[in-house]
Every structure is written in C-alpha cells, then in structure tokens.
C-alpha cells in the first residue's frame, strides 16, 4: 500500500488549497483515509478522515473551512481547504488503516502513510 500526497503550497491567509492524497494497493473506498497535519515543534494531529460508510471526521479547529472528499476512479482523497489561515501551516500527510469504519485521531493507528506536502499560510 502506497499513498502519494500532492497539492500544498504557498498561500495568504484567506486562500484555498486542496491537496490531493491517491492510494495505490488498495481500494480507497474500502478502509478509512485520513489527512494528518503537523506544525513545527507540535504533536502530528487529525484533520478529517473518510471511511467505509461516507462517515466523515472534521476536527473542530477545521469544521466549515475544510472538507475531505473522495474520489473512486482516482482512488484518492482530497482536502478542500478554505479561508486558510496562518496556523494551518504544518506539513500535511495522508494515511490509511485497517478498518473501515473507525477514524482514530491517534496516528499510530496507521500503518500506511505518504511522504508529506508542506502547507505555507502567510499573513
């Protein structure tokens, strides 16, 4: 299983972003996907996850700005992130697990991750 994380960048607070997150090895409408995020010096923390049964999982500091979506015939989950602001900035990875329903915030819940792709938020 490999996942393959693509779309962050350099923004002003106020923007959008939607990195994208395509998992090969396995069906990405099977097991439960989430993106993570971690800012220097800071624990790795939960964003939103997606699992089996559409359930979606927003962390309260993300609800209303951001949204994760999936897409079966890229096999692949996306984030759409808006009205970014200055502490969105972290390093944002997607990860999968062997469960189809649960979307744990503990990261060592995951066995699969990708490499990471860096979020800037500008004032």
């Known amino acids: 299983v490999q996942l393959q994380a693509s779309g962050g960048g350099l923004v002003q607070a106020g923007d959008s972003l939607t990195p994208s997150c395509v998992v090969s090895g396995r069906d990405v409408g099977t097991y439960v996907t989430a993106w993570f995020r971690q800012a220097p010096g800071k624990q790795r923390e939960l964003v939103a996850g997606?699992?089996?049964?559409?359930?979606?999982k927003p962390a309260d500091f993300v609800k209303g700005r951001f949204t994760i979506s999936r897409d079966n015939d890229k096999n692949a989950v996306h984030l759409q992130m808006n009205s970014l602001l200055p502490e969105d900035t972290a390093v944002y990875f997607c990860?999968?697990?062997?469960?189809?329903?649960?979307?744990?915030?503990?990261?060592?819940?995951?066995?699969?991750w990708g490499q990471g792709t860096q979020v800037t938020v500008s004032s």
């Open positions: 997606f699992a089996y049964n559409e359930t979606r």
């Open positions: 990860a999968s697990r062997d469960s189809r329903f649960t979307i744990s915030a503990d990261p060592g819940d995951y066995g699969y």
